[in-house]
């Protein structure tokens, strides 16, 4: 029963609709931002704990720094306030008064105070306190916090005016250890949207117009959504001096001289939700990775005589505690029984639409044979869509299935990207006459009209004008390079670098 | 070796000691906030793991809703915008621009947004789309999130400007199942704060001026500092119908009636890291209780020739292992080998003013004797403060001993709140002379000049002056009433109310 718009249909609107019909987040009165609802916000918390886990296994501690940076901050990187000033929440008063039956705000501050877009300022002068010596570096940290950008056009997950991430932030003695480290997270990056969102992603530089307002080097993750366009999945910035020379982290190196650090960061957020959502979600709904999936195993009891509840609820029960103390993915797998007083046909439709990665159905008969239906989402409606199967064997079963159609999720998604990176365009007509097509929904195992193109790129600053006109960015520069020359895809000028072209979230 | 100021000498001088030795925060250049630091934000971390598991088993998830609320929203409940007018940060301007080298904010807002210092009016207003039948009752969400309440005194932990928290909003369609919601959760708290703070408290209700600004009721947690002080650790609030009316939450009940909601909300915050120290800190720095420290077991090794590194290391290395599978508290145990290039003392000391509850010292001779050096925190400077012991007992007994030490931390501060709570004072007269006293740290297992008195209240509108010139405030009204009459302590008037009078945070 499919959603009433399909991804043919108009992919934009599925979109909207696989977030609502989920149940996982909805726009907000507060303009721009969204209400994150329980299965939308579960996902986020399955991203946090398996990722937060990742960052410290490399090292990184958590903090919690202001969420309100002092205007004055933002005078000292030229660059990076040049490129969040048009987007930035300021607060400028502390109070509200009431007049004539209308509350005003009063108390003006002495200095604005900007809600944070990202944390660089304030953590620099952190650093720029906590630096003495070589002996305190590197100093590797990491927080979970809420910023703000002022978005004008906001899309749910996509891009919200406030939204949740995750900000690294690291501290070096040289300019070797911060580029190791912005290479390293990126791999975090790229290992965690592989294997735990089974989403795979190409990894490169950003081109120079491209970059994090005061990096020197951005590097970042991109992911190929189903209609064929790109999503900037996560990004890592090789920050050179540049913040540590306008906060002034200064320390004293092994030969006894100051010297400025060397800063790095790197950042995912709720937006992996959208990416995951685009990834992977079909027509029935959404789709969820096992990994990520707030409740792996949804069991239904199916009671349609008052006489039949009690036998069915307490075989339930015992299916649920057994499959709790099974693992997958080295965690213990997450149980839900759905005894909700609702019609059994409807509470699973919902958790299709959710994507929950399994659903079991248990009437009495089942109990009678020890039995269980199972429905694994991203079979529905295949001859596989539904499998009568011994409690027992599932119960063995559960922990090595659900690893398994997380691969098969990750596979599926990994040929769609790969048979939709094009390498035979090789001039600007070319080019041109491939990005006249608008992207639309690509179908499984299939080249679609418009996608991703690896191509050569010249440099030019004109190339920039070019692609704002075709509505199409450089998503990166991948790490592997062909070492050919041939003409770039804008100008026909000679070009030896290869960059990936597509349109982008 | 204690800290610079001790209890004794200056109380709330020691409390700024301990947060800055045990580098759990400091001030930020953001006013009135504060940086948490690995070991304070690890502290929130296991708070936030362990209540989130409660809050969880109790049927609740966990939402997330927007930072911003339109200013209109605090028009519609009176009280409640009076209670918090004073303190909000207002967003007016969404961009920044540069005239003459300076920042200034522009691109005004249409309607102010209020940065939440709660989030009961804008929960409210999602609540009001998403009920339209008891069918859909009741409604439990919970969600982790920063506010902020502009402070004029801010201190780290107890009172800052923006701090984390959690904050429970529920709607249901009976006021006896919103109230005993209320009175459940208060019961979450003070499990928590006994079982994983180990620090007891008195329950019961606020009296009317001290009640959350639109509840009907407010319940409460309060504990005792050191200093006799009470620190409200946690609050449940019965709002009744009001946030119903003014936000519309109408439903149509089981006799097809349409009819207003009750609703819930309930939070603790950062501050009950703040509690932790007053609670359990002493002259040498802070003392984790076992169940929220970040690390359980650090093991020290103690390297003085080069040549003993490599047995050592791996001896240490070993035990780590050994140690990480051991549980305690029903989790495994969290243990951290301390290999920085610094001399062990120093090390250990770290640890001792951080409160890690063990450290174990480890060198080459108890690499020989299949050994270690154990130091438990809560013995420092006793003749139990080291032990050596054999490596194989302590992996059999760490478990064991962790949750020992949790015990023995939650029993003295279980006898220092009991020798506290005077009973014995009956007039105004005695209620004035013992309350004339300052507060000062309390010896272990004393009675300390002035902490909490348990006698009569006569709710007068005029006990309310009396109270704040004496600077004492009425902490709860406990649940257990004793019947009687007697003088009221303020007015000396006939009451029968029973209340807890002490000075606070």
Redesign the interface.
């Known amino acids: 029963m499919a959603m009433k718009t399909t991804r043919k249909q108009n992919y934009p609107e599925w979109y909207q609709n696989v977030v609502s019909e989920a149940d996982m987040a909805e726009n907000?009165?507060?303009?721009g931002?969204?209400?994150?609802?329980?299965w939308g916000?579960?996902i986020?918390?399955r991203i946090q704990r398996v990722l937060d886990e990742k960052i410290k296994e490399t090292g990184h501690?958590?903090?919690?720094?202001?969420?309100?940076?002092?205007?004055?901050?933002?005078?000292k990187e030229a660059d990076h306030?040049e490129g969040f000033?048009?987007?930035?929440?300021?607060?400028?008063?502390?109070?509200?008064?009431?007049e004539e039956g209308?509350?005003k705000?009063s108390s003006p501050l002495e200095e604005?105070?900007?809600?944070r877009p990202t944390s660089e300022t304030?953590i620099a002068?952190?650093f720029a306190k906590w630096v003495k010596s070589y002996?305190d570096l590197p100093i590797l940290?990491n927080q979970w916090?809420?910023v703000?950008r002022?978005e004008m056009r906001p899309r749910l997950f996509l891009r919200t005016?406030?939204f949740?991430w995750q900000e690294g932030h690291t501290v070096h003695a040289s300019m070797k250890e911060a580029e190791n480290e912005t290479v390293k997270m990126l791999e975090v990056y790229r290992d965690f949207a592989e294997n735990a969102l089974a989403m795979p992603d190409l990894t490169g530089r950003k081109p120079e117009h491209e970059k994090f307002p005061g990096a020197i080097d951005t590097y970042c993750i991109e992911a190929m959504m189903q209609d064929g366009k790109a999503l900037q999945a996560g990004t890592s910035h090789f920050l050179g001096q540049n913040f540590a020379k306008s906060a002034n982290i200064k320390f004293v190196n092994q030969n006894n001289e100051p010297e400025y650090a060397y800063t790095t960061s790197w950042g995912v957020s709720t937006r992996l939700i959208g990416g995951a959502i685009m990834c992977h979600a079909d027509d029935d709904g959404m789709v969820v990775p096992p990994h990520i999936a707030p409740y792996q195993v949804i069991i239904v009891p199916i009671i349609k005589k008052a006489e039949d509840a009690e036998r069915v609820n307490a075989y339930v029960e015992q299916l649920a505690k057994q499959l709790k103390i099974q693992t997958a993915f080295g965690e213990k797998i997450r149980v839900k029984v759905d005894a909700r007083?609702k019609s059994s046909v409807d509470k699973s439709w919902e958790w299709i639409r959710k994507g929950a990665p399994m659903v079991c159905e248990i009437g009495p008969r089942d109990v009678d044979s020890q039995g269980l239906m199972l429905k694994e989402r991203i079979y529905l409606g295949t001859s596989d869509g539904k499998k009568i199967m011994a409690a027992n064997d599932f119960v063995m079963q559960v922990g090595k299935r659900l690893e398994d159609l997380q691969a098969q999720m990750y596979s599926k998604a990994k040929t769609r990207l790969d048979a939709n990176i094009r390498t035979d365009i090789k001039t600007p007509e070319q080019f041109a006459a491939y990005f006249a097509n608008s992207n639309e929904w690509i179908e499984d195992n299939k080249q679609g009209k418009v996608a991703f193109v690896r191509g050569k790129w010249c440099a030019d600053p004109e190339t920039e004008e070019l692609l704002k006109a075709m509505k199409i960015t450089i998503r990166c520069i991948p790490f592997e390079q062909s070492g050919t020359t041939g003409p770039c895809l804008l100008t026909g000028k000679d070009a030896t670098m290869d960059v990936i072209y597509a349109r982008s979230y």
């Open positions: 907000s009165v507060s303009p931002c969204m209400v994150m609802k329980a916000y579960g986020w918390e501690e958590n903090y919690y720094f202001p969420m309100f940076i002092p205007l004055s901050f933002f005078q306030v000033a048009k987007e930035m929440a300021v607060v400028t008063h502390s109070r509200l008064v009431n209308k509350l705000p604005p105070l900007i809600v304030i002068d952190s002996r940290l916090a809420n703000v002022w005016r406030e949740l007083d």
